[in-house]
């Protein structure tokens, strides 16, 4: 029968030692849906398969959360109650190890929102930015989460330079950029990306580039080191690449996604990018980074039918 080995295995004896490493990046994403508390599962060298659906989110109805995590673990902030619409703080760990468990409730964000957006540095920490939350609405809050004492309240950090929900969100190691974002207040839609840097994480954030157009309901991904990819959103199809070493430079136009996007949750690794329940329907695309010029590729759907929920990346 086949065997699967994802953590790592060495044999020794007879003065003979072999070792097989780990996957050094995601082989996989897991996608809280929207319309529930179901959590579903990417394979990418399966892709082409419908998504299987894996555990539950403690908290019904976790809607417009934003995911985040490292390798091994996934969390789920924020969000709102179906059907009552009320904001909530809550924050859900995956394990993805044990992925048909029933996520475990961890500590809350500072504030209720809900369209918050999230960035990692992939070890230590993860970054909450923006959402709405009540009234006047908008928020330029960002919170970070310790994944090692994830129990406890986020902290407050320094705010984006503006108010804004609805953002993209995409990064390295050693920093986050939050893209595009709505303001209906004003009203307005953004195209400004904004850069958080981890190291300086109390500064407020710094404006960089722009996106080519304004941009509300979009999704990012990343390749971790060198570009981001970030979808327009707002019924185009539209995808924007961001030159991490030059982010003050407007974005780059590439190769368009296979229909209209809005609410969709970017995750990937640092070959493929996969933009998850495109336009709320159940359609997964995926962009391959060495050829982004081209038009995405739809891939396996997802198991439900889902609208602005949130994504996360790591090893199955």
Do not use: K
Request: with cysteine; charged share 10%.
């Amino acid at each position: 029968m086949p065997v699967t080995i994802t953590a790592g295995i060495t044999f020794s004896g007879g003065g003979i030692t072999t070792s097989f490493a780990p996957p050094s990046g995601a082989t996989a994403s897991w996608y809280a849906s929207s319309y529930g508390s179901t959590i579903t599962r990417i394979t990418y060298a399966t892709d082409t398969a419908t998504s299987t659906n894996r555990g539950l989110l403690s908290f019904t109805q976790q809607n417009a959360a934003a995911g985040t995590g490292t390798l091994t673990d996934g969390w789920f902030g924020g969000g709102y109650q179906a059907p009552i619409g009320t904001n909530i703080s809550l924050v859900n760990r995956i394990t993805f190890a044990t992925d048909t468990a029933t996520a475990s409730l961890r500590g809350p964000l500072s504030m209720p929102r809900r369209q918050v957006t999230a960035t990692s540095d992939t070890t230590t920490y993860g970054w909450f930015g923006g959402g709405y939350g009540s009234m006047p609405g908008p928020r330029s809050t960002v919170d970070r989460i310790t994944y090692a004492t994830d129990t406890a309240t986020a902290s407050g950090r320094g705010p984006l330079e503006r108010s804004a929900y609805f953002l993209a969100g995409t990064g390295t190691t050693t920093d986050g950029w939050y893209c595009g974002g709505r303001n209906n207040i004003v009203p307005v839609n953004y195209s400004t990306v904004s850069r958080i840097t981890y190291a300086t994480d109390t500064a407020t954030a710094t404006a960089r580039g722009s996106l080519t157009a304004t941009a509300q309901g979009s999704a990012a991904t990343g390749d971790g080191t060198t570009y981001g990819w970030v979808t327009i959103g707002a019924g185009t199809s539209t995808v924007n690449r961001i030159t991490y070493a030059t982010d003050t430079a407007t974005a780059s136009i590439r190769g368009p996604m296979t229909g209209t996007v809005y609410g969709s949750a970017g995750t990937g690794n640092s070959t493929f990018g996969y933009f998850i329940a495109v336009g709320g329907s159940t359609t997964v695309s995926r962009i391959t980074f060495a050829t982004d010029t081209n038009t995405s590729t739809d891939v396996g759907p997802t198991s439900s039918t889902s609208f602005a929920g949130g994504g996360v990346s790591g090893i199955q």
